[in-house]
């Protein structure tokens, strides 16, 4: 089924991603099951997201059938020039 989401305010998701333990940020949809829904950033942002992973589909959303909008990421570059 298709799905509504909209964000309401700004999330970090630094302290999250630091508590996984040598595990990497596992995407919105895969291969199997993608992401089907609306998702609605209403304009506001998501930062602290880190991914180490060498698979396909790797972001915040991986495979995505749906619609993202008006949303703000944040990336933190990590391999300074």
């Not at 298709?2 to 990497?24: H, M, R």
């Not at 304009?43 to 915040?60: A, M, N, Q, R």
């Amino acid at each position: 089924p298709k799905v509504y989401y909209k964000l309401g305010n700004d999330i970090d998701l630094t302290e999250y991603i630091n508590n996984l333990e040598n595990q990497s940020w596992e995407p919105i949809g895969n291969n199997i099951t993608p992401f089907i829904g609306n998702f609605d950033g209403n304009g506001y942002k998501i930062s602290g997201l880190k991914i180490d992973s060498t698979k396909d589909y790797i972001g915040l959303f991986g495979q995505n059938n749906g619609v993202i909008k008006d949303l703000k990421l944040e990336i933190k570059n990590l391999f300074p020039p």
